[in-house]
């Protein structure tokens, strides 16, 4: 790839994500970075499409079936806006990834996360992840903190169970070296130091 970076920012419902994902760009854009945000899933036309089949309630798909809508979404994301951005030098910054998937395919829909991640390989190839940061906040603190759960959203439909095993996927690779863990329990402000500090180590 170019000489951009891309920088991912990961976490439970309620963690505070997109709005970390907006003050780091802010942060960036203000220090005379050139930085643009995406998101997943979604990030183009036909990626936010797939988004809204995958929110949708009325829709049931099974774990594999979401696994390769996510990944064809990510796929397209990275065709037409992220590996584009990259080459031409600019740092990326994209709520959610191939980390989520692992979290709620492979550990919570109970998806082997071996196979998750060789299809996440073959699927953002050849993308380095320059640094990817998991905002640590509990689902109870995290539903909390937003009010208890969107019931239009399907995936926040799911049991206090099924986002106890998306966290301890989410720990788990940060317990691997996977992911960079940062305190989400402090204040917005607090936060967004702590993503700025780790982000200023790799730009």
Known sequence: MGKGKFIVIEGCEGAGKT??????????????????????????PLGEQIRALLLDPKYSPDAVTELYLYSASRRVNLIEKIFPLLNA?????????????????????????????????????PLKVDLALFIDISPEAGFNRKGGADKSDRLERESLEFFGKVYRGFSDMCDLGEMV???????????????????????
């Open 19 to 44: 709005t970390q994902v907006a003050r780091l760009h802010s942060a960036l854009t203000s220090r005379g970075v050139d930085a643009v945000v995406t998101r997943e899933p979604g990030g183009t």
């Open 89 to 125: 030098g600019k740092t990326v910054i994209c709520d959610r990834f191939i980390y989520s998937t692992v979290a709620y395919q492979g550990y919570a829909r109970g998806l082997d996360p071996d196979f998750v991640k060789e299809v996440n390989r073959k699927t953002i190839e």
């Open 181 to 203: 863990r940062v305190n989400g329990l402090g204040t917005v402000d607090e936060v967004a130091a702590l993503i700025l500090s780790e982000a200023e180590k790799i730009l």
